[in-house]
């Protein structure tokens, strides 16, 4: 079945660091690839969505790139701030019209003021 | 925004005993799902539904009754729980025509089996 690794399970870093959050995936066909971000006492959002089409995500200075042939779709961003410390979770979803998530297991940010 | 709103927010039961937890959207969304979310496993889905009175199994479905009684609410069902039901837990909807698109998570629910 579909599954998402998400290796690094704790990053820490200063603000004005460079983020980088790695994910690989694992599915028989192209999925549709998503980043939530879930911060302290509250539930998981969308922080943004990249299909076999677009390639590519932007959405509040993050952005993760759709790599097909390292099957992979890292999260990165330039310069970090203490309000991304959150929980961030890799997911995707099989095809274009599926309706089942499957998330990776998440990585917790902490930024140092 | 859309608005899922789950309750309680925090319950604790005994080994055995019969929990019902409550979701509701107001989203006019027609999926709606329960996730669990532990530590070192991430978000894991247990029930789904696409409509009222539908039900579909998720991936870690044991021990868990869940029923759809209207497009609004979505309830989760553990009649005999264990320690190991012990978890945060999520309700969320997403909409029909692409229900990939975006799921809205409520605040989560506490549960905690003694």
């Known amino acids: 079945g579909d599954s998402v690794t998400q290796k690094q399970g704790q990053v820490t870093l200063s603000e004005d660091d460079f983020l980088f959050i790695n994910c690989t995936y694992s599915t028989t066909t192209y999925p549709t690839l998503f980043w939530y971000v879930q911060y302290p006492g509250q539930g998981p959002q969308l922080l943004l969505k990249v299909t076999t089409a677009n390639n590519k995500g932007i959405s509040r200075g993050f952005e993760a790139t759709y790599d097909k042939g390292t099957t992979s779709f890292h999260l990165q961003k330039a310069s970090v701030q203490e309000s991304d410390s959150a929980v961030y979770f890799c997911a995707l979803v099989e095809g274009n019209m599926g309706y089942k998530l499957t998330f990776g297991t998440g990585t917790s940010l902490l930024v140092d003021p | 925004e859309a608005a899922v709103t789950q309750s309680p927010r925090n319950k604790v039961t005994v080994t055995g005993g019969n929990v019902t937890l409550s979701c509701r959207q107001t989203?006019?969304?027609?999926?709606m799902y329960w996730y669990r979310q532990d530590t070192g496993h991430g978000l894991r889905l247990i029930h789904y539904s696409y409509g009222a009175g539908n039900l579909q199994i998720g991936d870690v479905p044991d021990g868990y009754k869940a029923t759809r009684t209207t497009q609004e609410d979505f309830f989760l069902l553990l009649e005999l729980a264990s320690p190991s039901q012990t978890s945060l837990y999520f309700c969320?909807?997403?909409?029909?025509?692409?229900?990939?698109?975006?799921?809205?998570f409520g605040h989560g629910t506490k549960l905690s089996v003694l």
């Open positions: 969320a909807s997403s909409g029909r025509d692409r229900p990939n698109e975006r799921l809205f």
């Open positions: 989203n006019s969304h027609n999926y």
